[in-house]
């Protein structure tokens, strides 16, 4: 009786929701999604970034820096319980109880799997301990092999040696040193070029060696001229810091990019901060010209 009782008010709640739904402006639905499930997708709440910087050096000195020990450690927890199986996914250091999948990436990397016969080798360039293979590892595991090197800070290479390593996820100190292992097909740049004091350096180095195929994800832009550099405030619930970040100049990282590659796709991420500007966060799926 409870039974059939519990399921009449489940029905109920779900016809009465539909009802709402026939009703009420899709904008309005947009705006509630948002307020309900957003903060949590993109821990937008309490992080922003502020200021306006002449040089990275500058942002930096008005940066009250982080402990990486304590952030490492506290990623190392949460990805340990992802890694068996005590939770479903981790992001930044923080657990949550669904994979908020990426589709575009995990799209653009079963794109170069194709184009390499059912194989993927890739380099994640700031990849932490693993976050972005653990969350796309259950569609991973179906092609015929699955090579991920993460290129890291020697203590995260330390700790994903350690504890994370296995046949199919393997850690660099260095780009060269992972290139003395193996022949990476594409190098993934999620949420790190905004963090890095000279990206375009970065990005030529990467331009003048063996990668055909480029995947870049969860990056800040601003449709202005010329690059900002901003410091991005975290707050103690995740882990207490503040860092410079780039905020890219649309327009002059696109005329950067294009001498070397044609560039697949671009997409929208769904991250939001407050900033002193409009930023919006993108990414791209790119190949190689000569590659074509």
Request: net charge positive.
């Amino acid at each position: 009786m409870l039974v059939n009782m519990t399921r009449n008010k489940y029905f109920e709640i779900k016809r009465i929701k539909k009802f709402i739904k026939l009703f009420t402006p899709p904008i309005v639905l947009k705006g509630y999604r948002f307020l309900r499930y957003g903060r949590q997708h993109l821990f937008a709440k309490g992080i922003y970034l502020a200021g306006d910087y002449l040089s990275w050096e500058n942002a930096l000195a008005a940066s009250t820096g982080y402990d990486s020990e304590i952030i490492l450690e506290k990623t190392k927890a949460a990805l340990l319980k992802v890694k068996n199986g005590e939770a479903v996914y981790e992001r930044d250091s923080v657990l949550f109880d669904k994979i908020q999948y990426a589709w575009p990436l995990l799209a653009g990397l079963m794109w170069v799997a194709a184009r390499c016969g059912g194989r993927l080798n890739v380099l994640d360039f700031g990849g932490s301990l693993g976050s972005s293979y653990f969350q796309n590892r259950r569609f991973l595991q179906h092609l015929l092999s699955v090579r991920w090197n993460i290129v890291e800070q020697v203590q995260h290479v330390e700790i994903g040696r350690r504890y994370f390593e296995d046949d199919h996820l393997k850690f660099y100190v260095s780009i060269e040193e992972c290139l003395n292992q193996t022949a990476p097909q594409v190098i993934l740049l999620s949420s790190v070029l905004q963090y890095v004091p000279e990206p375009y350096t970065l990005l030529d180095k990467i331009s003048n060696l063996t990668f055909d195929h480029l995947i870049i994800d969860r990056t800040s832009f601003w449709n202005g001229a010329s690059d900002r550099i901003c410091v991005q405030y975290v707050p103690s619930k995740i882990y207490e810091a503040s860092y410079p970040s780039w905020i890219f100049s649309d327009e002059k990282f696109h005329q950067r990019l294009i001498k070397h590659w044609e560039i697949v796709a671009e997409f929208d991420n769904s991250d939001r901060l407050s900033a002193p500007m409009r930023v919006t966060y993108r990414g791209l799926i790119a190949i190689r010209k000569m590659a074509r």
